[in-house]
């Protein structure tokens, strides 16, 4: 979504440019400046599901609040990634239930 977006739905779809070179990239969520999602797409964007879970503890975007999100290009393996620049930040919120 666009930067300062106020979506309907806590599904966004993020997308960023291509890095050459890389093989994945490192697609971070924050909300309220404490990381709730970290994921290691291929493709130059990622599908916000509406609930995952990380550790056995459940989380579901927030209403009403702002959502920053970050991506870096990444080589080598998930265990011992090689980052490159941050190539993207924004953020959104989405829309409290009436």
């Known amino acids: 979504p666009?930067?300062?977006?106020?979506l309907k739905a806590?599904?966004?779809?993020?997308?960023w440019p291509s890095v050459a070179g890389a093989?994945?990239?490192n697609v971070q969520i924050h909300?309220?400046?404490r990381k709730v999602?970290?994921?290691w797409p291929t493709t130059t964007n990622f599908q916000v599901k509406a609930?995952?879970?990380v550790n056995g503890k459940r989380y579901e975007l927030p209403r009403g609040v702002k959502i920053r999100w970050y991506v870096?290009?990444?080589t080598g393996s998930v265990a011992t990634p090689k980052f490159g620049t941050l190539?993207?930040?924004s953020t959104f919120s989405v829309k409290k239930k009436r």
Do not use: D, E
């Open 31 to 33: 909300v309220r400046g």
């Open 10 to 15: 806590p599904t966004p779809k993020l997308r």
């Open 87 to 89: 190539i993207g930040t």
């Open 23 to 25: 093989t994945y990239y």
């Open 72 to 74: 870096w290009p990444a």
């Open 51 to 53: 609930a995952w879970r």
């Open 37 to 39: 999602l970290s994921t």
């Open 2 to 6: 666009p930067s300062g977006a106020v």
